[in-house]
Each structure stands twice: as C-alpha cells, then as structure tokens.
C-alpha cells in the first residue's frame, strides 16, 4: 500500500495531500485519515480506472462532509514519488485558506452557453463578494476526456471567468480509451465538466509548460471530420499514410509512442499548441485528441529533453516566491514519452523535489484553449512574510 501523510502545518505547506492504492479495502477511510482534521473547501480526487469510481465517490461525499468533493477518472497519477500507477491521489484545500464553489456542467453541447456563462459569472462574483479577504482566485476544470467537447467547453466558460485564470485537465482511462468519468458530490456522470472556482488567500499562479519546438516540417489538413476530430486525408494523401511519411515511419507501425515523439502543433496567434494525434483508425484516418478542421496548417514539432525542461520550468515557479504546491494536470503523451526514453525515474524525482500532485489526462485546459502533450497547473505560495 502506497500512502502519503501530510497534515496541515500553517502555511508551509498550503494543501492536505493523501495517496492509497486502489485496491486498499477502504481506500476513502486512509485518505480521510490522510488529509487531517482541518475544515476543507474542497476535495479533488484523481481515482486509478483499477478502482470503482462510483462507489469511491459516493463514499468520499459522506466522508468530507460539508467540502466540495470533485473527482475524475485518470491515465495515472501524480503523487508523493512522482509519475504512480493504480492509485488514488486526493488533495485537500482547507478552509483557512481557500473557498470554492462548484458546479456540474451535464450533457456537453446540449444546452445553452449563454445560460452557461451567467451561471458562472453570478458563481464567480457571489464567491468574491462572500470571502473580500480570499483575493487569489482560479478555476479548475475536470472534464470527460471521451466527451470530444472540450474546445468549446472552455470558449464557452473563459468569457464568464473574467480576470480568473482557468486551468484544468480531461478525465481519461488509461490507456484504453473505454470510459472517461467526472463526479461532483457523489454524482458520478459521462459527458460532464465539472468546474470549481476557487479563491484563495495565498498568492497563485496558474500556468501551461510543453518542451516542444516547432520545425519548418509542415502539412495541410485536406480532408477531416471536426464534429469526431477525425483527420481523413493531409496534403491530398490519406492521412496516417503521409504523416508516416513526413515522419520517417512505417504507415502500419504508427502507435502512441510514434505519436509521442513526432507532435504535431497548429499556430495560434504568436504561439504555437499541441494537437496531438491519438490514434489511427480503419481506413488510415487519424483521430485527434484536439480540435480539428479542414485547410488547418499542422507542423511536425521536435521534443526538447523533456526532464532539463521540466526541471527549468519548474524552478522558474519556485523562483516567483516560496512555494507550497503544485497541482499538475500532465498529459499521457508526455508520461507515454518518458517511458519510450526511458526517463520516468528522472521526470517522477523533478515532480517530486517540487511537489506537484494531479493526474495524467487525455488534454489539458488552459484559458480558453484546449490542448495536448502539456501539463497545465496552479502553483501556490505562502504569503511573504512568512517566506520571510
């Protein structure tokens, strides 16, 4: 059995943390243990698909009581040594420094996004208002990552955010693509968001890191089915056939490790985003893990060495102040490359040495962009004088 203790200690470290296999008899009951006896505004789990999701949220929304209780499904955890398998991760925010609403976003494209983003700004300002000595705010995002709703899930929400910075991850499965589950309160649901808004007393910081530089290597997207995020042919060849190509790779032999290692990144106002590819379906048609459109112009990307970039990036949050923690939503492609260099120990000890805890996700969220082989997060800091 895996676990992590951490009891709340003033400001030093700002969030209760716990960590327990999935197959533990009661794995609530540890991480309840775990996460202390302070009042909690909410609680996050990230549950191993080894585990039963419904019965686990069920019971966590009877175990911590008056806290908002938010949880997903994962392609492996973040946890006290890094990259973990078969886990269940739950961090705790408590009450001294942090309040937070949340709110269940059902049947993904079906309803209005006006009526959407008044819900959400009322939330936000009714938040503010309540709590005028919690000025730090963010929101965290948890969204069914089979939904392929996502991109305009969060066009639909930034609006409504105003000045609060949004951050967040796609519920997955592994690495079977099978189900992807979300909960708020013990309601467990399949294409659904939830969205926390939280303010907080300590200083924040949201943020989004990839290690991948463009090339001049480009293609064009000549034939695709957005609504399934299908690529179906790119520079007027069938699609997986030509990206083999540019590649340098067997058409039959492309799997997650080739798309791994070969990104792909669309060009977004000055910077450029990752539309990663997750995997090939019959008929040589690529289907994306992000928006897709015909006449899009896709550019092969290399990889830096992810684990320098990483720890480089890292720093530079901890640089800004004295940090307590880190919460990661880390893509599976990035965890899929470790483990193809063979660099998961070295990428686990930088999550660890900075005390990044999330999940790994099917696509991350930041703002309003929705994307891939990222890790986006929130980083939070004591207040100064007690760094001093």
């Known amino acids: 059995m895996q676990q992590e203790v951490e ?21 609530i009951g540890v991480l309840r243990q775990a996460l202390g006896p302070a009042p909690l505004a909410v609680v996050a789990l990230f549950i191993s698909p080894a585990a039963d999701f419904d019965r686990l949220v069920r019971e966590a929304d009877a175990a911590f009581g008056e806290a908002e209780v ?3 499904t994962t392609a492996g955890e973040i946890g006290a040594g890094g990259y ?21 976003i059902e049947d993904l494209g079906g309803g209005s996004s006006q009526a959407l983003q008044d819900r959400i700004a009322l939330e936000r300002v009714a938040l503010q208002e309540a709590h005028p000595d919690k000025r730090h705010g963010f929101a965290f995002l948890l969204v069914d990552g089979l939904s392929l709703r996502e991109d305009m899930l969060t066009v639909a929400i930034a609006p409504a955010l105003r000045d609060m910075a949004l951050f967040g991850g796609s519920a997955a499965d592994g690495v079977d693509f099978g189900h992807t589950r979300v909960a708020l309160n013990g309601r467990a649901c399949e294409n659904a968001a939830v969205l926390t808004l ?21 293609m064009v997207v000549t034939g695709a089915d957005p609504d399934r995020r299908i690529v179906k042919s790119i520079n007027a060849e069938p699609a997986a056939q030509e990206y083999a190509r540019l590649v340098g790779k067997d058409p039959q032999q492309l799997d997650q490790f080739t798309f791994a290692s070969h990104p792909v990144v669309v060009r977004i106002g000055r910077n450029h985003h990752v539309r990663a590819i997750q995997q090939v379906k019959e008929g040589g048609e690529l289907l994306f893990f992000s928006a897709i459109d015909e006449g899009m112009v896709l550019t092969l990307a290399d990889p830096l060495d ?3 970039h990483l720890r480089r990036k890292l720093d530079e949050l901890a640089d800004a102040g004295a ?18 260099k063979q660099t998961t120990r070295a990428v686990s000890a930088v999550l660890a040495d900075h005390r990044v805890i999330g999940f790994s996700t099917y696509g991350e969220q930041i703002g309003a962009l929705h994307v891939n082989h990222t890790m986006t997060g929130v980083a939070i800091y004591a207040p100064e004088e007690d760094a001093e």
Not at 9 to 15: I, K, S
Not at 326 to 340: M, N, S, T, Y
């Open 198 to 218: 939280i303010q907080s007393a300590l200083r924040v910081k949201v943020f989004s890191i990839d290690h991948l530089v463009p090339t001049d290597r480009q």
């Open 306 to 308: 992810m684990v320098d």
């Open 7 to 27: 009891p709340l200690t003033g400001v030093r470290h700002a969030l209760c943390r716990g960590q327990v296999d999935a197959s533990h008899p009661d794995p």
């Open 323 to 340: 940090l307590t923690d880190i919460v990661g939503c880390d893509c599976l492609l990035r965890r899929i490359e470790a483990e193809q």
């Open 70 to 72: 938010v949880a997903c």
């Open 84 to 104: 973990a398998e078969n886990t269940v991760i739950a961090i705790g925010f408590p009450q001294a420094h942090f309040a937070a609403t949340s709110i269940l």
